[in-house]
C-alpha cells in the first residue's frame, strides 16, 4: 500500500512541477507582451509629438482624422479573423491536426489578402466621397488615398 500512496504523491508533485512551469511561461509571456505594449504606446505618443511639431494644427488633425479612419477600415478589413486563427490554430495543434492548422492559416492569409485590397481599393477611389460628404474635409481625400495603400 505504500508503493501506490507514494506513486500517487510522485505523480501529484509532478503534475504541481508541470502546472508551475506552465504558469512561470505564462507569466513571462504576460510580461513581455505587457512590456510590448508599453513600449508600442511610447512609440505612438512619440510619433504624435513629433508629428505635431513639424506640422500645423489644422494638418495635424486632418492628418490624425485619416489615421483614425485607416485604423477603423482595418479593423473591418480583418473581420476579426486574427481571434479566429488564436483559438482554432490552438485547437488544431493540440488535437494534432496540423495539416488543419496549415490549411487554416493559408485560407485566413487569402482571405485577409483579398478582404483588405478589397477595402484598400475601396477607401483609395471613393477617398473624395469620404472626405467632402462625411467629414467635409477636402485636404483628407489626398490623406486617405496615401493611408489606403497600407490597409491589409
Known amino acids: 500500500m505504500n508503493t501506490d500512496k507514494d506513486q500517487e504523491n510522485i505523480d501529484n508533485r509532478q503534475s504541481s512541477f508541470a502546472l508551475s512551469r506552465d504558469l512561470f511561461t505564462m507569466a513571462k509571456g504576460t510580461g513581455i507582451s505587457f512590456l510590448g505594449e508599453i513600449v508600442h504606446i511610447i512609440i505612438i505618443y512619440t510619433y504624435g509629438i513629433i508629428v505635431a511639431r513639424f506640422m500645423g494644427l489644422s494638418d ?18 480583418l473581420c ?40 484598400g481599393f475601396l477607401c483609395f477611389f471613393f477617398s473624395d466621397l469620404i472626405a467632402l460628404n462625411i467629414f467635409h474635409k477636402p485636404e483628407l481625400a489626398s490623406v486617405l488615398r496615401y493611408l489606403s495603400i497600407g490597409i491589409p
Do not use: C
Request: aromatic letters at 18%.
Open 80 to 119: 476579426g479573423i486574427e481571434d479566429g486563427l488564436m483559438r482554432f490554430i490552438g485547437f488544431h495543434v493540440q488535437n494534432k491536426e496540423i495539416g488543419k492548422a496549415k490549411g487554416l492559416i493559408r485560407f485566413s492569409l487569402y482571405s485577409a489578402m483579398l478582404t483588405g485590397t478589397s477595402f
Open 60 to 77: 495635424f488633425g486632418v492628418f490624425f482624422l485619416g489615421i483614425t479612419i485607416f485604423n477603423l477600415i482595418t479593423l473591418f478589413s
